[in-house]
């Protein structure tokens, strides 16, 4: 009964936000509950550099940290310090958008030393997202089992997703890309391609997924309709799962992710081609959920965090987005009436932005996407 009513609460919220995206996005800075975050509020050091397109980072309860680089390596960061790369990971395809993606930890690491790895697999003729789980021995990954890969193969190099997140019940969401060429086969349920799957943590498919019982459909599927996801976080004191995904030119969307719902793509879109040509007379279509905000002209966003602790409390409970193209942290901040409203944060820096972090006690880590990448730590002011 109470995951009954944490449901309906669920989506009572979900309607409160959609009714808000039809609106534009608020601009009043007054909303209750928000202040802006100034630049006397915190403080930016580099934590680490020399990092060759660092993609996502995880933290390590000896306060090490993982950090993984696009290019196929692994390593620790201890005081500031890159480690050499981290022996025993898997082989990966790194070509243009391929390569070794999402680090992420179990929920109950502490008790079973998992650790959850996404990446390009295979080779130019044929190659998909793959997820695979291990652990760590001194500087060794071992245990290695490959729990999942993408289906149909693609011979593309680009779009894979390739962000995931765990769940209330430990179940996980891994988004997969359209590979660009195959953008109509994300409106099949016969296909992983432009869709989130779920599955155990074992790599096993949840007897609870929408399309167990689907004619020709793949049982771990959960969503489709998705470009190429690129952000997802799980809201536990909402039971929220928000994703977001990179339109083509213009027509990036966060969504919220739920079982069996399609996301329109690409027969529903805000974005154009790269040529400017039309890719559906469409922003919305019967059938198909609407993103709750959509960014036009696109941000280009890479990872997503939910801010938690309180290092940053005027930030508590918002999104921060990674952004390659607008080179900046856009904080998303969900107001009382479920209007949105949103912050340019540290663009200053002029970093592309692949992945933004927060620690345990609020400390925000970001990701600077380049070939010579850095870890940047912000923390408040003294």
Not at 353 to 381: E, H, I, W
Request: aromatic letters at 10%; glycine letters at 10%.
């Amino acid at each position: 009964m109470a995951r009954d009513l944490h449901t309906i609460f669920s989506l009572l919220f979900l309607g409160l936000l959609m009714l808000a995206a039809s609106a534009n996005t608020a601009a009043n800075a007054s909303s209750a509950g928000y202040s802006e975050l100034e630049e006397s509020d915190y403080t930016i050091e580099i934590v680490a550099s020399g990092l060759d397109h660092p993609w996502s980072l995880a933290f390590l309860p000896d306060d090490r940290l993982l950090v993984t680089e696009r290019s196929g390596q692994l390593r620790f960061i201890d005081n500031g310090v890159v480690s050499e790369p981290i022996a025993g990971v898997p082989p990966v395809f790194a070509k243009s958008q391929g390569g070794l993606f999402d680090v992420v930890l179990h929920p109950n690491y502490a008790q079973n030393g998992w650790i959850y790895l996404s990446y390009a697999h295979g080779n130019n003729k044929a190659n998909a997202t793959r997820l695979a789980r291990a652990r760590l021995s001194n500087n060794t990954l071992v245990d290695l089992e490959v729990l999942f890969t993408a289906t149909p193969w693609k011979n593309t190099p680009v779009h894979y997703g390739g962000r995931f997140a765990f769940l209330g019940d430990n179940t996980l969401l891994l988004g997969i890309g359209d590979g660009f060429d195959y953008r109509e086969m994300a409106q099949r349920i016969d296909s992983h391609t432009g869709s989130f799957v779920r599955l155990n943590d074992d790599g096993s498919i949840p007897q609870d997924n929408p399309f167990l019982d689907a004619k020709d459909s793949l049982d771990a599927l959960w969503s489709y309709g998705h470009r190429n996801p690129q952000g997802i976080v799980y809201d536990a004191t909402h039971n929220i799962v928000y994703a977001h995904e990179h339109g083509p030119a213009g027509g990036d969307e966060l969504n919220i992710i739920a079982s069996g719902n399609n996301y329109g793509w690409p027969i529903a879109t805000h974005g154009r081609d790269y040529s400017g040509a039309a890719i559906s007379p469409f922003t919305e279509y019967e059938g198909t959920v609407q993103p709750v905000l959509h960014w036009t002209p696109s941000i280009a966003p890479g990872g997503m965090a939910l801010v938690t602790g309180d290092a940053f409390p005027q930030l508590r409970g918002d999104l921060l987005v990674a952004a390659l193209k607008e080179r900046e942290i856009r904080r998303v901040h969900i107001s009382s009436d479920g209007t949105f409203i949103q912050q340019s944060l540290f663009k200053n820096l002029g970093h592309r932005m692949r992945d933004v972090r927060v620690s345990k006690d609020g400390t925000l880590y970001l990701l600077t996407d380049a070939s010579n990448g850095q870890v940047l730590r912000v923390s408040p002011s003294q």
